[in-house]
């Protein structure tokens, strides 16, 4: 291990650029919308925990509390960065009513408070630790933005009555929570109060996962559903509920730091090569089957019926800062900016108010519509955004996820200053204001101001890049290239962006004689609204050549090339012919897709040989 | 119509070459080895019908005595041929228990007599009518190969007491079978016998279907599944359960020329259009799904998880011959030598032992055995050939189905001969004896010696031949060259057997930049055993040449070829490059694959464009 220590958003403001436009977005329209939409579903009614003799009509759900908690902590994260009266005064009222229902043990779920009593802690896949878990992330998101310590204290009494429960008295019916998350909620909950029972309480339960028989198999006798199949010491490959994987894999990662334990680490080591280099898509989505919401096995990467859940890719980021955290390495980073610019924009409309939950590599309208017509029922993610789920945990944790977009921009480690990310930024840190300015990701001119007081500055240099120039001598060491300076210094680094084409490993089969396009971090994908419908028909060029449009929509480029299409002939079966028309191809960043109407969509593209 | 009669195979001796051969595993491998493990699994215990309480451990299925009426009609067909002591005197055992246990209305069922007595005629999908036709075709086949009539005549009265249940009382608890087939049978019944009564039962149920509120639909509330979704007379496409769909097809096909009925049969010429040129396999296959093992909709044909049974090919080719009764058009001969050649063929194994019941254009055992290991419960094709399945109609389908090959043959117009399909046979009509010698499919020499009395022959020039040759003048008409002739006369045919690649049309997206390879009427595929896996990683060259070589154990030439194949990098995504080697390629027709064990294999293959 090698530690290094994350610079939290709170001491950086996005001042300009991509990342700015959509933390305004963030702010002015999808916070809302959220809000709008959790409340026309009573998920904040539900806070109050009234009979439902007195609410006829709805009841509340076994999720909707980890809905408002990652709302919560989004519009926490939010008012860090500045004042919003409409949604301080929307989270407070939750808040409010929270503490209000709140029982005098310190429990609080609405779910089980208005409709199962007498099943407390008692079922292990109903998210009630879950959801105790977000409710203390929002906690200690609202205590740093406000210094208020009501909401964190109710959760403190919370994360007290769990640690009686589960480890004074052992009276729950399960050890570990069907789904983690409190785990690393604890871990933060710990590092806000320096409460060591907290993290006595995170270790506890990972090191009960897949260690204790009390803990039964919750999915389809399938233990790895929720990383139950061994100690999580000894896993080495990502398994089962891809959401679940990942924020537990996050704790594991926070305790190996906590704890100095090298087994952990490097459990985590593997699981993460594991995770990337066998089993993620090109975009960083995660999850390859809806059966489970699950990893499957190396290479099974199918991009039609790819489950690749929005909150799978966020959770990956959390995982991969904390490994950055134990060793600064851009393979971690790299992943990072994967997701950040394709596996989960892509859930977001661009207009901020609609979602997916799944996003997948392939979509067909023509499949999509006729299997639902003839009723065999294979199933397909949709095939546009919607602005609520049944179980809309996506949304909200964009909230959260683009609010405090800032923290996977540097990370410091004594006078080392680790600069991870790209986007303008001022930074405040004990040592003076870090000044990062850029265009990127629509060029690669980065010019960095590291104050005085750090001695040397380790800048990522992506692993997209093949070319790139930096003003000061350096040395590379696991992607970073490391300088030595002295006094307020300025970095200028400039990141040769150029269009390239992507293959997959042949064991990828459905991917083999395919490329997928990049151009620095964005991943790209062609529609039929810009390219016609039969796509499968389009060839890329042999050596194609791209222009570059400013797409204002999109806030990233788009490409277009020169492409070469099957002529459609009658008839099911006829001769071969190699007759292709040229045609024009336009690609739009994949985070764009499906922002025009249901419209046939590939990522991975034939190309001639 | 334009109405033709079929040369029954009864008057047909196959002599020599590939369908001599076949006939003879038949008989000597397959029909006692599909008795063997009847056997094992009580099949032909059940037909004494006794009381469960007299054999513990086993129960009768709801669809073993159609199992055991196949297996009955195929021996009668081989018996036709020739003495068969050991086959006959087995056969006989059956028919004997089959009559002991025949009820004094005439009732036979193994399963209801013993497990659901009050159930008769109650539950519209447990294939009670099925069996009931499935044996009636084994009584008319019987007395045809023995002439001796307790076997007809006891069916008979079973065919009389279905009329008394379902016309004259209507007391059944529905009108139609769920599973057809007893309508074919009738027509068989009525041939055989000359009474109305059988006729009228059949055209009652053809006119019933899709046409009555008392049928429930019986999966899944889909009733497309038992093409109850429309009248018969009103469909115009290929839908639900594929064998059951095939065999409600023939029997309009026969009623259509029985009727002389328009409307069936133009009804049967779009649907006959709609699976052929929309929703077939290109080895004949039909079924894209095993939810309801049935048809989805156009151009869905996916290659890895067909359904493709081996029955619905066997039941294509009685459709095909029906509708070549109707109008002599090489359309449905083409498509019956599509069937035999592959799709049909693909179901039994070289050796003759074992059994396909799906026959999918792809397998990838990787693929298969991980999603096993790991239960997400993709339904999959299984990779090798069994003896015997839970369900087991397709092996003694195939027993009869090879015995009676000779069908295809020829048929009669007045004094037109229609010569369809090409084997060495001797042929005795009334006219005089039809002698065919050729090497077929091995290559494309035919010579069909024509007795005096035919003043025409029409000779099949399939649609995979673009050239050909004929020793007298003719004139080309739907797929056939009509040649006058007078007096015995020895027609010289010479079909141009050459390699031809196939595609796909482009709405079958996933086949699109793919081919497949035929040689005359054999579809061929690539196997790892010969190959390597990653099968998909191979492009065929932009012209590729191929040398044949014969292969003993296939009974037809296997191809070879030099083909690229991409080099594997390691890592899940890397810079696209064309760098490829060079391979050489080994084809199999695709009716022998998996005949070394498990092995990855395809059919649609890449090509350089």
Redesign the interface.
């Given at each position: 291990m090698n530690v290094t220590n994350q610079i939290s958003f709170e001491q950086t403001r996005i001042t300009d650029g991509f990342w700015a436009k959509k933390q305004k977005l963030n702010e002015e329209v999808t916070a809302k919308a959220v809000y709008d939409r959790f409340s026309d579903t009573h998920r904040f009614d539900a806070l109050s925990c009234k009979p439902l003799s007195e609410h006829p009509g709805w009841e509340p759900h076994i999720f909707w509390d980890s809905d408002i908690a990652k709302w919560l902590e989004g519009v926490a994260y939010i008012l860090t960065m500045h004042e919003n009266e409409e949604l301080r005064t929307l989270a407070e009222k939750a808040i409010s009513d929270i503490l209000n229902a709140q029982t005098q043990e310190g429990y609080f779920n609405s779910y089980y408070q208005v409709k199962e009593q007498e099943n407390r802690f008692r079922i292990r896949n109903n998210h009630e630790l879950y959801c105790a878990g977000h409710l203390m992330e929002a906690a200690v998101a609202h205590y740093k933005a406000t210094g208020e310590r009501y909401f964190l204290d109710a959760m403190c009494r919370y994360a007290d009555y769990i640690y009686q429960i589960f480890v004074t008295e052992q009276s729950a019916e399960f050890v570990t929570c069907g789904h983690p998350e409190i785990e690393l909620a604890l871990v933060r909950l710990y590092d806000a109060t320096g409460t060591e029972k907290y993290l006595e309480l995170a270790n506890f339960f990972v090191d009960q996962r897949g260690n204790n028989k009390k803990d039964a198999a919750i999915y389809?006798?399938?233990p790895?559903y929720a990383q139950d199949h061994l100690p999580l010491r000894e896993q080495t490959t990502a398994e089962g509920h891809s959401v679940r994987a990942m924020y537990i894999y996050s704790a594991m990662a926070d305790l190996a730091k906590k704890n100095a334990d090298e087994a952990l680490f490097m459990a985590c080591k593997k699981i993460f090569e594991n995770a990337?280099?066998?089993r993620?898509y090109?975009t960083g989505a995660l999850g390859s089957?809806h059966?489970?919401e699950?990893f499957?096995?190396?290479?099974?990467l199918p991009n039609r019926t790819a489950y690749a859940e929005t909150c799978a890719s966020i959770a990956m980021t959390f995982f991969a800062q904390r490994m950055l955290a134990l060793e600064p390495d851009a393979k971690y980073s790299d992943v990072i900016e994967r997701d950040l610019y394709n596996g989960i924009l892509s859930g977001w409309s661009l207009d901020g108010k609609s979602f997916f939950y799944e996003n997948p590599l392939e979509i067909?309208p023509?499949?999509a519509n006729?299997?639902t017509?003839?009723?065999?029922?294979e199933h397909l993610p949709i095939m546009e955004r919607v602005e609520v789920f049944d179980c809309s945990c996506c949304p909200p944790n964009l909230v959260r996820f683009i609010a405090s977009v800032g923290n996977f921009l540097y990370s410091e480690q004594e006078e080392t200053l680790f600069v991870h990310q790209y986007m303008s930024a001022e930074t405040k840190t004990e040592k003076g204001t870090i000044v990062q300015e850029t265009n990127y990701p629509n060029d690669g001119v980065i010019t960095i101001t590291v104050p005085d007081g750090y001695r040397r500055a380790a800048v990522r240099i992506p692993g997209w890049c093949r070319e790139f120039s930096l003003n000061l001598p350096y040395e590379m060491k696991n992607g970073y290239a490391y300088i030595n300076i002295s006094g307020e210094t300025q970095i200028q680094l400039t990141l040769e962006l150029e269009v390239?084409?992507?293959?997959?490993?042949?064991?990828?089969?459905?991917n083999?004689?395919k490329?997928?396009v990049g151009y620095g971090p964005i991943i790209y994908c062609i529609e039929e609204k810009d390219n016609g419908p039969?796509?499968?028909?389009i060839?890329l060029e042999?050596k194609p050549e791209f222009k570059r449009e400013y797409c204002e929509v999109c806030g990233v480029q788009i490409l277009k090339t020169r492409a070469?299409r099957?002529i459609?002939?009658?008839?099911?079966?006829?001769?071969?012919?190699?007759a292709?028309e040229e045609i024009p191809l336009t690609l739009i960043p994949y985070f764009a897709f499906a922002n025009r109407g249901a419209s046939e969509m590939i990522v991975w593209i034939?190309?001639?040989?």
């Open positions: 389809d006798d399938e790895r990337t280099q066998k993620m090109i089957t059966i489970g699950a499957t096995f190396d290479y099974d067909d023509y499949l006729r299997i017509a003839t009723k065999t029922k390239r084409l992507y293959a997959s490993n042949l064991q990828v089969q459905e083999a004689g490329v997928a039969l796509l499968k028909s060839y042999k070469k099957l459609p002939q009658d008839g099911l079966y006829y001769d071969a012919e190699d292709m034939h190309k001639l040989m």
